[in-house]
């Protein structure tokens, strides 16, 4: 602004032009400052715990539609609890309610928020294709080494379960027992939780379809040996529940699974440290078209995991549609 305007403005006048100035000034900062952490690759966390116009964390509202959209028979509500500071996650199925807290993706009843580092996010990041070994480095090669040790798994996060209990009335073994049910699967009988007889079944009409035209996948039905579901267990060493302990899990074996490369354990038992290194094409695996059909009913294949089991699936629809918002994390 010229001297010239200033010398004929009065002095009130020039007073609130200043003032006028440095309120514009200051808005400008802090417009900057509000957008750079969203930028900023250091603080992509803060982009998906950014609230919305009702105060709720970005990821807990994709969460929320993710989990309605993967169980629609289960009604879910949430508030916050001003004296826990935390989402409380209200679940209801028939005259059944249960209350969970979001913590930060873990869904913890309130006795275990005092202990949730101990539990891994309800919803976590798979893959979309297994890693090709051959593009690991050293640096990772030492680590996925490090995460399979007996010592890291004894201590490591666990998955949590609460968020189940009510879908599947998984509070004791009883309970979940009477809804555990035997039924066919590809020509195998297999106990598994009634709730996922259905998308089992629709996995099983599309992969036989499928058969009539390609040769593969009709050889893998006829290589299956066992599939087995249901079984009351912790993961191998951890203090987690596995989810064949929910009948939520199957493991499809082939004949002579004994000679064949098909779980990081057993090889790991044999004495193969570098089993992570193990090239894709020499761990026996199931066609990538079966694969796909199990992840399109909600089945995640253990295939794609750091600590691969080619064997097993979990019903988990929850993780398929989610992997949109856990890739963000």
């Given at each position: 602004m010229s001297a010239e305007i200033l010398g004929n403005m009065s002095k009130h006048r020039r007073i609130a032009v200043f003032a006028l100035a440095g309120i514009l000034i200051a808005a400008v900062f802090v417009l900057v400052f509000a957008i750079l952490p969203?930028?900023?690759?250091?603080?992509?966390?803060?982009?998906?715990?950014?609230?919305?116009?009702?105060?709720?964390?970005?990821?807990?509202?994709?969460?929320?539609?993710?989990?309605?959209?993967?169980?629609?028979?289960?009604t879910i509500a949430s508030t916050f609890d001003s004296q826990i500071g935390d989402w409380k996650i209200t679940?209801?199925?028939?005259?059944?309610?249960?209350?969970?807290?979001?913590?930060?993706?873990?869904y913890l009843p309130k006795e275990l928020l005092a202990s949730k580092d101990n539990y891994?996010?309800?919803?976590?990041?798979?893959?979309?294709?297994?890693?090709?070994?051959?593009?690991?480095?050293?640096?990772?090669?030492?680590?996925?080494?490090?995460?399979?040790?007996?010592?890291?798994?004894?201590?490591?996060?666990?998955?949590?379960?609460?968020?189940?209990?009510?879908i599947y009335n998984t509070s004791s073994r009883e309970d979940l027992e009477a809804h555990i049910v035997k039924t066919e699967f590809l020509g195998k009988r297999v106990n598994v939780h009634e709730l996922i007889v259905e998308p089992l079944k629709k996995v099983e009409s599309k992969i036989l379809s499928i058969s009539r035209t390609d040769e593969q996948v009709r050889d893998f039905i006829q290589s299956i040996g066992s599939i087995d579901g249901y079984s009351w267990r912790q993961i191998r060493d951890t203090s987690g529940m596995s989810f064949h302990s929910m009948g939520l899990a199957i493991d499809i074996l082939p004949r002579g699974w004994q000679d064949k490369i098909v779980y990081w354990n057993w090889e790991k038992n044999k004495g193969n440290d570098d089993w992570m290194l193990i090239p894709?094409?020499?761990?026996?695996?199931?066609?990538?078209?079966?694969?796909d059909i199990f992840e399109d009913e909600?089945?995640?294949?253990?295939?794609?995991?750091?600590?691969?089991?080619?064997?097993?699936?979990e019903y988990r629809p929850e993780m398929i549609l989610g992997r949109d918002v856990a890739e963000r994390d």
């Amino acid at each position: 602004m010229s001297a010239e305007i200033l010398g004929n403005m009065s002095k009130h006048r020039r007073i609130a032009v200043f003032a006028l100035a440095g309120i514009l000034i200051a808005a400008v900062f802090v417009l900057v400052f509000a957008i750079l952490p969203g930028l900023s690759g250091d603080n992509k966390r803060s982009g998906l715990f950014a609230q919305d116009s009702n105060g709720m964390p970005s990821r807990l509202n994709a969460e929320l539609a993710v989990l309605k959209a993967a169980y629609p028979s289960i009604t879910i509500a949430s508030t916050f609890d001003s004296q826990i500071g935390d989402w409380k996650i209200t679940m209801t199925k028939g005259g059944s309610t249960k209350d969970l807290y979001w913590a930060e993706g873990r869904y913890l009843p309130k006795e275990l928020l005092a202990s949730k580092d101990n539990y891994r996010t309800l919803i976590f990041y798979i893959p979309k294709k297994p890693e090709d070994p051959s593009t690991f480095k050293k640096e990772q090669i030492e680590k996925i080494r490090e995460f399979g040790s007996s010592e890291s798994r004894e201590s490591a996060p666990v998955s949590p379960t609460s968020f189940f209990e009510i879908i599947y009335n998984t509070s004791s073994r009883e309970d979940l027992e009477a809804h555990i049910v035997k039924t066919e699967f590809l020509g195998k009988r297999v106990n598994v939780h009634e709730l996922i007889v259905e998308p089992l079944k629709k996995v099983e009409s599309k992969i036989l379809s499928i058969s009539r035209t390609d040769e593969q996948v009709r050889d893998f039905i006829q290589s299956i040996g066992s599939i087995d579901g249901y079984s009351w267990r912790q993961i191998r060493d951890t203090s987690g529940m596995s989810f064949h302990s929910m009948g939520l899990a199957i493991d499809i074996l082939p004949r002579g699974w004994q000679d064949k490369i098909v779980y990081w354990n057993w090889e790991k038992n044999k004495g193969n440290d570098d089993w992570m290194l193990i090239p894709l094409e020499d761990r026996w695996a199931p066609p990538d078209l079966v694969v796909d059909i199990f992840e399109d009913e909600g089945f995640v294949w253990g295939g794609k995991w750091t600590v691969w089991d080619n064997m097993h699936f979990e019903y988990r629809p929850e993780m398929i549609l989610g992997r949109d918002v856990a890739e963000r994390d």
